[in-house]
């Protein structure tokens, strides 16, 4: 993903936080991936034939295995759980401003075709003497990433489980992703972008907190691509 932003001042801290966090999510995140079922090579390698490969020349030879394994690792978000992410990172506070962690990396799989959508997650909220570790923020997005899903439910989901966690003042998720089952099949279509929001508390109920957050979230957003 070459989605590299320009802007550079306004809100250079707040991207600071933001890689660091990531960073902090990407050293936390190990390799762990659920073992597969032991069908999963020979469906795989039975996929391979019926796309008219012959799955035991040798570039292919151990391709049922790697897909067995990457597949599995990037659906393992249905063996997370947002609580034992958070885990002990909540923390009493009496902040009550907004709190925005922009442009997490995001990466999924459309429920629909088995194809990956990539983009950026912008999440605020503001707490009620409640607040969690920024790093935790992408591990969340992580939890629900990393399912068969659709755009919209991912960013539901994601609000709801900060909601349910710190039980905030408001929650405003957006995401902002690519589709490859939309770019790779189709024509003309290559630089849609969908874009899902998601708000709850004072940001669906005040016109002017959700108007910041939705300015926050886009405004400073340089065209991608
Ligand atoms: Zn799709």
């Given at each position: 993903?070459?989605?590299?932003?320009?802007?550079?001042?306004?809100?250079?801290?707040?991207?600071?936080?933001?890689?660091?966090?990531?960073?902090?999510?990407?050293?936390?995140?190990?390799?762990?991936?659920?073992?597969?079922?032991?069908?999963?090579?020979?469906?795989?390698?039975?996929?391979?034939?019926?796309?008219?490969?012959?799955?035991?020349?040798?570039?292919?030879?151990?391709?049922?295995?790697?897909?067995?394994?990457?597949?599995?690792?990037?659906?393992?978000?249905?063996?997370?759980?947002?609580?034992?992410?958070?885990?002990?990172?909540?923390f009493?506070e009496?902040?009550?401003?907004?709190?925005?962690?922009?442009?997490?990396?995001?990466?999924?799989?459309?429920?629909?075709?088995?194809?990956?959508?990539?983009?950026?997650?912008?999440?605020?909220?503001?707490p009620?003497?409640?607040i969690?570790?920024?790093?935790?923020?992408?591990?969340?997005?992580?939890?629900?990433?990393?399912?068969?899903?659709?755009?919209?439910?991912?960013?539901?989901?994601?609000?709801?489980?900060?909601?349910?966690?710190?039980?905030?003042?408001?929650?405003?998720?957006?995401?902002?992703?690519?589709?490859?089952?939309?770019?790779?099949?189709?024509?003309?279509?290559?630089?849609?972008?969908?874009?899902?929001?998601?708000?709850?508390?004072?940001?669906?109920?005040?016109?002017?907190?959700?108007?910041?957050?939705?300015?926050?979230?886009?405004?400073?957003?340089?065209?991608?691509?």
């Amino acid at each position: 993903m070459s989605s590299t932003k320009d802007s550079k001042a306004d809100g250079a801290s707040t991207e600071a936080r933001v890689r660091a966090a990531s960073r902090m999510h990407l050293e936390a995140d190990d390799d762990h991936a659920p073992e597969h079922a032991p069908e999963f090579e020979s469906v795989v390698h039975r996929m391979l034939e019926l796309i008219g490969e012959d799955p035991d020349r040798e570039g292919l030879l151990k391709t049922p295995l790697r897909v067995a394994k990457s597949l599995t690792w990037l659906t393992r978000g249905y063996d997370m759980d947002v609580h034992d992410v958070v885990n002990d990172a909540v923390f009493e506070e009496p902040h009550s401003s907004m709190v925005m962690v922009r442009d997490i990396e995001l990466y999924s799989m459309c429920e629909h075709h088995m194809l990956p959508f990539f983009g950026k997650a912008h999440i605020a909220y503001i707490p009620d003497n409640k607040i969690v570790g920024l790093s935790k923020l992408p591990r969340i997005v992580e939890v629900f990433a990393r399912r068969l899903q659709v755009q919209e439910r991912l960013t539901e989901e994601i609000a709801t489980a900060i909601q349910d966690v710190l039980n905030p003042k408001g929650v405003g998720v957006v995401i902002e992703a690519y589709h490859l089952c939309m770019m790779m099949r189709g024509v003309q279509k290559q630089n849609s972008q969908t874009v899902t929001s998601a708000v709850r508390g004072i940001f669906r109920n005040d016109a002017r907190t959700r108007e910041e957050f939705l300015y926050l979230a886009h405004g400073h957003t340089p065209t991608v691509r």
